[in-house]
């Protein structure tokens, strides 16, 4: 049996023990509840109800009992851009789960990284150490991931900030309107399906995405967009609202095919790739830029469409 040990800091102090310890153990709250009703919780090695609020510096310790609770290390190649002692950049393929969940308990990029890092955060442990930022399953390109609780704490205080400098590559259905500019709408989870973002929702958060056309191609348009927010399936739920979704998007905008001169091209997973991440290193305070190419598949589907021009 192991066991996590969290302190609570001031960013977590004074709210309910459910909700800090779901933060900062990457489990469900109804998962913390569960612990908390086992005894497996405690804080300050004492049992407490979930509505409990914590105080700085109150001491959490979770009992770790079940297998599928523990992160397991597995050889899988990765693509590293990047890697000291607190930070790990690195080049998501498309198809990759990052963290374990229901139906996806093993094979992820955390498995891969837990294996090709010698350390691992303890924040967002045992199944999520260390995950600041990710990117949908389908969806490619650079991440950062902490190997350390303060580079954690620094990553999370730069994305709270905006201070992140993230540019992604699409392939939007259709013809966009002038050659660039932003969608403003606000994003909150969708009051019809919970699994799902909306621009409709009652609880809406601000959202902006900047973007500016690259390529017009016969059916949609090659665009780089960049985020002013970080809003949850922020630029797939943007475009799709438009009128304009990211192709092969089967959630938002279901337009996995499109057909030019009789001939149909189909896209297998959204054409959504995080091209360009740049933030400053939470421990040396060095700015760092990181970039990925397109992917393979992306680019054979650009192929394709140019050929029909």
């Given at each position: 049996?192991?066991?996590?040990?969290?302190?609570?800091?001031?960013?977590?102090?004074?709210?309910?023990?459910?909700?800090?310890?779901?933060?900062?153990?990457?489990?469900?709250?109804?998962?913390?509840?569960?612990?908390?009703?086992?005894?497996?919780l405690?804080?300050?090695?004492?049992?407490?109800?979930?509505?409990?609020?914590?105080?700085?510096?109150?001491?959490?310790?979770?009992?770790?009992?079940?297998?599928?609770?523990?992160?397991?290390?597995?050889?899988?190649?990765?693509?590293?851009?990047?890697?000291?002692?607190?930070?790990?950049?690195?080049?998501?393929?498309?198809?990759?789960?990052?963290?374990?969940?229901?139906?996806?308990?093993?094979?992820?990029?955390?498995?891969?990284?837990?294996?090709?890092?010698?350390?691992?955060?303890?924040?967002?442990?045992?199944?999520?150490?260390?995950?600041?930022?990710?990117?949908?399953?389908?969806?490619?390109?650079?991440?950062?991931?902490a190997?350390?609780?303060?580079?954690?704490?620094?990553?999370v205080?730069?994305?709270?900030?905006?201070s992140?400098?993230?540019?992604?590559k699409?392939?939007?259905?259709?013809?966009?309107?002038?050659?660039?500019?932003?969608?403003?709408?606000?994003?909150?989870?969708?009051?019809?399906?919970?699994?799902?973002?909306?621009?409709?929702?009652?609880?809406?958060?601000?959202?902006?995405?900047?973007?500016?056309?690259?390529?017009?191609?016969?059916?949609?348009?090659?665009?780089?967009?960049?985020?002013?927010?970080?809003?949850?399936?922020?630029?797939?739920?943007?475009?799709?609202s438009?009128?304009?979704?990211?192709?092969?998007?089967?959630?938002?905008?279901?337009?996995?095919?499109?057909?030019?001169?009789?001939?149909?091209?189909?896209?297998?997973?959204?054409?959504?790739?995080?091209?360009?991440?740049?933030?400053?290193?939470?421990?040396?305070?060095?700015?760092?830029?990181?970039?990925?190419?397109?992917?393979?598949?992306?680019?054979?589907?650009?192929?394709?469409?140019?050929?029909?021009?």
């Open positions: 049996m192991g066991q996590l040990h969290f302190t609570i800091d001031n960013k977590h102090a004074n709210i309910r023990i459910d909700i800090a310890a779901a933060d900062l153990s990457g489990f469900t709250r109804s998962r913390i509840k569960t612990l908390i009703e086992d005894g497996r405690k804080v300050n090695k004492s049992d407490v109800k979930h509505n409990y609020k914590v105080r700085s510096g109150d001491i959490i310790e979770i009992a770790i009992t079940d297998a599928s609770e523990e992160l397991i290390p597995e050889d899988i190649p990765i693509e590293i851009l990047y890697h000291d002692n607190d930070i790990m950049v690195l080049n998501k393929p498309p198809y990759m789960v990052v963290y374990p969940s229901a139906g996806h308990d093993h094979g992820t990029l955390i498995n891969a990284i837990a294996f090709h890092a010698d350390n691992l955060a303890s924040i967002g442990g045992p199944l999520r150490p260390g995950i600041v930022h990710r990117l949908d399953k389908d969806t490619s390109g650079v991440m950062v991931v190997l350390s609780d303060k580079a954690y704490y620094g990553l205080e730069q994305f709270s900030e905006r992140i400098n993230r540019r992604y699409a392939i939007v259905y259709g013809r966009l309107k002038g050659e660039e500019g932003e969608i403003s709408l606000s994003i909150g989870r969708s009051d019809s399906d919970r699994k799902k973002m909306s621009t409709k929702s009652k609880r809406p958060k601000e959202a902006l995405t900047a973007w500016k056309v690259i390529e017009r191609l016969p059916g949609c348009t090659l665009i780089s967009a960049k985020l002013g927010t970080g809003r949850t399936h922020q630029i797939r739920v943007h475009f799709a438009t009128g304009h979704p990211v192709l092969g998007d089967k959630t938002y905008g279901s337009k996995t095919s499109i057909e030019i001169s009789r001939r149909k091209i189909t896209f297998p997973r959204q054409m959504l790739h995080a091209e360009l991440l740049g933030f400053t290193h939470p421990l040396t305070m060095e700015y760092m830029e990181f970039s990925s190419p397109l992917p393979e598949d992306m680019n054979g589907k650009l192929s394709e469409l140019r050929d029909l021009a």
